[in-house]
Every structure is written in structure tokens, then in C-alpha cells.
């Protein structure tokens, strides 16, 4: 899962960030910068136009715009890639809060920015134009009308106009899109099943003043084969048995009816052998447990690929004001251990404490040796008597195995179960004499 949190803005980020694609439309461009000007005057923004491999000299315009007006950024494709690459071009390079995306054909009115702005702080992530009153051809509007219907009924989301290109995002939706082919038209249908709120305002619509239109027979033909590629990837993305296992079981279905019916005619005495319907019921058998066998596959497939890549579904979380960290980190702390030099601290007032007196009263100890160990080198050097027995009866002087006492105060450790201490031995927690050697 991903957070639906992205980088916090930048102080001198904008807060409007206009996307415009455009091919062949040199004309239009001049026209539609004053337009935009004059709009979004007094208003944080930028503006990023997106050249789709233009041939009519939008290229040179576009540079010399870039390089004289401070606002303004421009992207340039090598050849056409389609106007869902411009967007997705266009949606990497945008830093404000607020995307807007329209056309560059002179259709948008640019006086409508304000009123998407204002529809989004209604609670909506994204907010369609709905072109009420279209000033297009009848070739155009009759093909689109029956697109959005089609649209309507299979997305069960009710907008008038899906393929208007002047919308209004928030940061967050563009963040979480990732559109290519032609995904554009379906923008609000992959925002919707991703969980943000959908809206829609009507807007006004202009006639186009210059150059063509780009849109075709070949367009609105491809636009219900995205709208199927759309409808799979949303719909049954990380449930890819629930398409093939429906048609593979009702393949079979068919084919069981009609191998039964011909068992029971078979029964009756007539002959099936050169029935065509046999043909038809034995391949509709293999077709059905071919395509359910491809949906278990694909299951698989999507079970693999979930657990190595993260998902596209974003959570936010609640509850939590922005200043705090979301993942404090681990509530549990191990003690630290006494470094060089650690110890008591002295006092704020100069006096030393009665801790920091009496390691000072203390005589200093050499380092490595222990206090049993310090005694028995002066009784050695002043008697010597306790090592000399032992020494003559073939015994190795006993050493103090017990760790050393540390320099800031502590009490030093207990001898551990088998280690001696002068001429005792410790097992199992109680002190026992040590075995006695045979006399020879």
C-alpha cells in the first residue's frame, strides 16, 4: 500500500499548475497566453506547455516563450506520442497543488480556472467541465454523446462529458496516475475506482478559430477498446478469474448441455457419430477448461506481482497533526552501557556531591586487577607463607577468575558457577572446599 501523502510543497512552488498539450497549434498559442494572463492575473501559477511533436514551427515559439517569460515551461516530444503521454509529461514536471489541464485549440475558456478551483474546495479531488453547449460539428458531438452514454452505463459514473480535456486535480490524483495509449478520455473513471471524489461543473465552449481538429473515425473506434482495457484494469485488475472463470464455466456449461443431450439420444439407439453438434460440444468443453485454466494463471500471476511490487491503492492516515511523525520509531530503548569516562556528573552548584567524596577518599586501583587480588600481592611480598605449601605439594597457585570491579562505583559481579576465588570454589551457587591432594 502507499500513503496517499506526497512531498510537502516548497515555499516558491506555485499554486496553480496549468497543463497544456499541443500539436500543430502555433496559431492558437499567442492567443491563449494573454488569455491565461489576464485569467490567473494576481494568482500563483505556471504554466507547462507540451509540444507532441509539432511540425508547424510550435517548437520555436514555445522555446522563445520559455526563454522570456518566467512562468512558463515548455516540454517537447521527438515525434506525436498522443495526448495521454502530453498529459503524463506534463503531470511529472507540475509543482503546484492545484493541476489544470486544457486544450490548446482556443475551446477553454480560461476565464472558467477560477470557478474549477472554487468547485475543488467543495471536497472533490478532481472536477470535470461539461461542455453544456458544444460549438463543435455534428460529426463530432453525435460520436461523443453516444461515447459518454456508453461510458456512463458501464462505469456507473454519472458525468455528461468524459472526454472534455479542461479538468481541475488535486496533487494527490495526478500523483496516482499513471495514463497512457489513449487513458486520457477515462481519467475520471481510474481517479473514481482509486477512491477520490469525482465532480462536475458546466463550462463554456467556444468555436475553434484556427487550424483542424484531430478528432476521427479511428479515434472514437479506439476509445471503446480503452474503454475495455479501462474497465479490466479497474474492475478486475486483482481479480483476473472473475472474467476468465465466468466465460470458461459458462463454456462448459454449454458444451456439458449438449454432450448430455446427445448421451440421452445416444441411449435412445440413434447414431451421433457424424453429428456436427458433437464437434460443437466437445469444443466448447476444451474452450471453457482452456480459459479457466488461463484465469487460475492469471491469478497467480497477480498474486506474485502484488507481493514484489507495492499497490496503487493509497490510505491516509488520521488523526495525526503534520508537524508529528507518523512512525515515531521503536517505544522501547535498550539501557546504555557505561562508556570512558562515564560516571557520576558534578554538581551545577561546584561542591562535589557525597558520591563524587568518596570515590576521591578512595586509594586508586590498579586497572585489570581485582581487591582480592591487590591484597594477596602485598600478603605475598610480606609473609609469603600461603603460597609456599602449595608450591611444594606440586599445586599451581590459585588465580582470581572474578571480573574486575569498574572505577565508577558499582558493586563488582558475583562469581559465576565453576570459577574460583582464593581457595574456594563455587558450584551451583554454594562455596565448597577445595578436593585435597593425595600425599605422596
Not at 495526448?83 to 475558456?109: C, H, P, Y
Not at 458444451?255 to 453429428?275: D, F, P, S, V
Not at 464437434?279 to 471453457?288: D, V
Not at 539501557?335 to 570512558?340: D, F, L, S, T, V
Amino acid at each position: 500500500m502507499q500513503r496517499d501523502q506526497g512531498p510537502p510543497p516548497r515555499r516558491d512552488d506555485p499554486y496553480i499548475s496549468l497543463v497544456i498539450p499541443a500539436y500543430n497549434e502555433k496559431e492558437s498559442l499567442p492567443h491563449l497566453f494573454e488569455r491565461i494572463r489576464d485569467a490567473l492575473q494576481g494568482k500563483s501559477y505556471e504554466i507547462i506547455f507540451v509540444d507532441d511533436g509539432s511540425t508547424d514551427g510550435t517548437e520555436q515559439y514555445l522555446r522563445e516563450l520559455a526563454m522570456q517569460e518566467s512562468r512558463v515551461k515548455a516540454l517537447r516530444f521527438r515525434r506525436n506520442f498522443g495526448k495521454s503521454a502530453a498529459l503524463q509529461a506534463g503531470f511529472n514536471e507540475a509543482r503546484g497543488e492545484v493541476i489544470i489541464t486544457m486544450d490548446a485549440d482556443l475551446q477553454d475558456d480560461p476565464q472558467e480556472i477560477p470557478r474549477l478551483v472554487e468547485a475543488l474546495d467543495k471536497g472533490y479531488d478532481l472536477v470535470s467541465g461539461w461542455r453544456e453547449k458544444r460549438n463543435d460539428p455534428f460529426n463530432k458531438t453525435l460520436p461523443s454523446e453516444l461515447f459518454n452514454a456508453v461510458t456512463r452505463l458501464t462505469t456507473k459514473i454519472t458525468l455528461h462529458d468524459f472526454n472534455c480535456g479542461f479538468k481541475a486535480y488535486r496533487r494527490a490524483v495526478v500523483q496516482n496516475l499513471h495514463i497512457y495509449g489513449e487513458q486520457h478520455r477515462f481519467i475520471p473513471v481510474l481517479a473514481y475506482w482509486q477512491g477520490f471524489g469525482v465532480g462536475e461543473i458546466p463550462l463554456a465552449h467556444h468555436r475553434r478559430k484556427f487550424g483542424r481538429s484531430k478528432f476521427g473515425m479511428r479515434r472514437f473506434l479506439s476509445g471503446f477498446l480503452d474503454l475495455f482495457t479501462v474497465l479490466f484494469l479497474t474492475r478486475f485488475r486483482f481479480k483476473p478469474l472473475h472474467v476468465f472463470g465466468s466465460m470458461g464455466l459458462l463454456l462448459f456449461l454449454a458444451g456439458l448441455g449438449i454432450n448430455l443431450y446427445l448421451t440421452w439420444i445416444k441411449l435412445q439407439g440413434e447414431a451421433i457419430g457424424t453429428r456436427p453438434l458433437l464437434s460443437l460440444g466437445i469444443l466448447l468443453l476444451a474452450m471453457g477448461i482452456q480459459i479457466f485454466g488461463i484465469g487460475l494463471l492469471a491469478e497467480m500471476i497477480t498474486l506474485f506481482s502484488t507481493r514484489e511490487s507495492p499497490s496503487t491503492r493509497t490510505y491516509e492516515v488520521l488523526g495525526i497533526p503534520r508537524h508529528v511523525a507518523p512512525f515515531p520509531g521503536p517505544r522501547y530503548h535498550a539501557p546504555k552501557r557505561p562508556g570512558p569516562g562515564s560516571g557520576p556528573k558534578p554538581s551545577q552548584s561546584g561542591t562535589p556531591s557525597a558520591q563524587q567524596q568518596q570515590l576521591k577518599e578512595r586509594p586508586p586501583r590498579p586497572v585489570g586487577q581485582s581487591q582480592n587480588q591487590s591484597q594477596g600481592q602485598k600478603q605475598g611480598q610480606n609473609q609469603g607463607q600461603n603460597q609456599a605449601p602449595n608450591q611444594s605439594q606440586g599445586q599451581k597457585p590459585v588465580q582470581n577468575q572474578q571480573r574486575n570491579r569498574p572505577q565508577d562505583g558499582r558493586r563488582p559481579v558475583a562469581a559465576q558457577p565453576g570459577t574460583t576465588d582464593q581457595n574456594r570454589t563455587v558450584e551451583h551457587g554454594r562455596p565448597t572446599q577445595p578436593p585435597k591432594t593425595p600425599q605422596q
